[in-house]
C-alpha cells in the first residue's frame, strides 16, 4: 500500500485566494482526520470522519476552513479566503476503527500564504 | 479538559547515551497512549501504543512506561543514534469523544555525534 497520499506537498499562495488540500486516505480505512501544524500551536486536530460522515469539526478554526468527504477515497480541506495565519503543515491521517487504531500520517502539505 | 504535557520541551545529547521523555496527561476516561516519531519534513509514526493494564512495552531501543493511576508516560531511548533527533509526540485516546484524541506538543531530541 502506498500509504496516505496527499496533495500538493508544497503550496504558495497570496491572501485572498482559494486553496485546496487533498488526500487520499490508506484503502480500507474507515476514520480520516485533518490536522494542522505550527511552530507556536503543534499538532492540532481540524476534522475527522468517520464512514465519510464528519463526526468532529470543533477544531475548524473559522467558516474560511471547510472539509469534505465525498467518497471513501478523497478528502479536501479547503480555506477560502486565505490569510499569512493560515500558513502551515496540513496533515491528513487515516486509521481503521478498533481498540487500538493507530493514524497513519501522510507526508503533509507546507501551506505559506503571503 | 482533556491535555498532554511533555517535557522536556527540547532535548540536547551526545551519541549513544541514554534519555528519558516525560509525558503527564489528564484524558479520562482513559483507553490508550501512544508515542509517535516525528522526522523532520515528515508525518508522525508510531512508535508505541499503551493500555491500561500495560506498565511497560519495548520496540527495539525505544521503550514506553505507563502509570495509569498517576497518569504519567515516559519514552525511554538507549543508546542513542543520530536517527533518534526527531520530535517525540505522546498522544493520548480517550475522554467522551471516542474517535479524538489528545496530542501533547511534542519534545525535539537532537542526538549529536
Known amino acids: 500500500d502506498a500509504g496516505v497520499i496527499q496533495s500538493p506537498r508544497h503550496e504558495v499562495t497570496e491572501m485572498g485566494q482559494e486553496v485546496t488540500l487533498r488526500c487520499k486516505p490508506i484503502s480500507g480505512h474507515d476514520y480520516l482526520f485533518w490536522y494542522r501544524q505550527t511552530m507556536m500551536r503543534g499538532l492540532e486536530l481540524l476534522i475527522y470522519f468517520n464512514n465519510n460522515v464528519p463526526i468532529d469539526d470543533s477544531g475548524m478554526p473559522e467558516d474560511r476552513f471547510s472539509a469534505k468527504m465525498p467518497n471513501a477515497s478523497f478528502s479536501t480541506l479547503k480555506i477560502q479566503p486565505s490569510e499569512p495565519r493560515d500558513s502551515a503543515v496540513y496533515f491528513c491521517?487515516?486509521?481503521?476503527?478498533?481498540?487500538?487504531?493507530?493514524?497513519?500520517f501522510g507526508p503533509g502539505t507546507r501551506l505559506t500564504v503571503l | 479538559k482533556n491535555q498532554v504535557e511533555q517535557s522536556p520541551q527540547s532535548l540536547i545529547i551526545l551519541e549513544g547515551k541514554n534519555c528519558t521523555l516525560q509525558?503527564?496527561?489528564?484524558?479520562?476516561?482513559?483507553?490508550?497512549l501512544r508515542w509517535y516519531k516525528q522526522d523532520t519534513g515528515r508525518g508522525p509514526v508510531s512508535l508505541t501504543i499503551m493500555t491500561f493494564s500495560e506498565n511497560t512495552k519495548s520496540n527495539g531501543r525505544y521503550t514506553a512506561t505507563l502509570d495509569a493511576d498517576t497518569k504519567q508516560s515516559s519514552l525511554h531511548i538507549t543508546a542513542s543514534q543520530l536517527s533518534d533527533s526527531a520530535s517525540y509526540i505522546c498522544?493520548?485516546?480517550?475522554?467522551?469523544?471516542?474517535?479524538?484524541?489528545?496530542f501533547g506538543d511534542g519534545t525535539t531530541l537532537t542526538v549529536k555525534p
Open positions: 491521517a487515516s486509521s481503521l476503527s478498533g481498540r487500538y487504531n493507530e493514524q497513519f
Open positions: 498522544v493520548v485516546r480517550g475522554g467522551t469523544n471516542a474517535g479524538k484524541s489528545t
Open positions: 509525558c503527564n496527561y489528564t484524558v479520562s476516561p482513559f483507553s490508550n
